[in-house]
């Protein structure tokens, strides 16, 4: 059963361009958790999804930050007119359920440096 | 709002000694509480967790208890190796029940041969 898998896992965008990070969930899970890294920060919880559905998103900045999970195909989390403060780590986590009795699984990050 | 505050690190320890890593949280309610640890370029993997007050999460050697009336949630390993060189998270559950993971800032642990 392959992880959670994301990509590209290094992405270069000059300022002004839209960035796209893209999220394959475990088989089986339909519950996605996008996190933000800023560098020497903890992870920062940005939205959650299901399928077609967003069920959370109070951690997403107002602007420029979008996120869907179609009914097939990857999770994509989209940066519109990228800035240099959007240079951070960004992790999608999956898991079969919500709630805490269902252990997140977290992918190995999507690294956007913002030139 | 709910969060969580960890040592600051790094934490250089040699081989085989005690480590301890402290967290504490502030939360409304009765969230559960989570130590993640992140390998250099990968993804976060669960280290163990604890869903009650008094709880004590333990995998590989690590443990952590659920102190409610300190509001800590502390890591704790007897031996540590070289191979535990790792960033460690503390995190605990959000309101709300979705699942979201609220964390700390993470403490970078080296250990030495």
């Known amino acids: 059963n392959a992880g959670v898998m994301q990509n590209p896992r290094h992405l270069v965008r000059r300022r002004g361009q839209e960035a796209r990070l893209r999220c394959s969930p475990m088989?089986?899970?339909?519950?996605v958790y996008w996190y933000r890294q800023l560098p020497e920060e903890g992870l920062k919880f940005m939205v959650y999804?299901?399928?077609?559905?967003?069920?959370?998103e109070s951690g997403m900045p107002k602007e420029r930050f979008s996120a869907e999970f179609p009914k097939e195909g990857p999770s994509i989390l989209r940066i519109q007119q990228v800035v240099r403060g959007d240079s951070a780590a960004y992790f999608c986590?999956?898991?079969?359920?919500?709630?805490?009795?269902?252990?997140?699984?977290f992918g190995p990050g999507t690294r956007l440096t913002v030139t | 709002g709910d969060s969580v505050t960890q040592m600051e690190g790094p934490v250089t320890l040699s081989e085989e000694a005690f480590l301890t890593i402290n967290c504490t949280y502030t939360?409304?309610?009765?969230?559960?509480l989570f130590w993640y640890v992140q390998y250099p370029g990968e993804g976060l993997q669960l280290l163990l967790k604890?869903?009650?007050?008094?709880d004590k999460g333990s995998n590989k050697g690590f443990e952590a208890t659920y102190r409610k009336e300190t509001t800590s949630f502390h890591l704790e390993k007897g031996s540590v190796q070289v191979s535990d060189s790792a960033v460690y998270f503390c995190a605990l559950s959000g309101s709300g029940n979705t699942g979201k993971l609220i964390f700390g800032q993470g403490t970078t642990l080296q250990v030495k041969p």
């Open positions: 088989k089986g899970h339909s519950h």
């Open positions: 986590a999956s898991s079969p359920e919500p709630g805490t009795s269902y252990e997140q699984y």
């Open positions: 939360a409304t309610g009765y969230p559960s």
């Open positions: 999804l299901q399928k077609e559905n967003i069920i959370d």
């Open positions: 604890a869903t009650k007050a008094d």
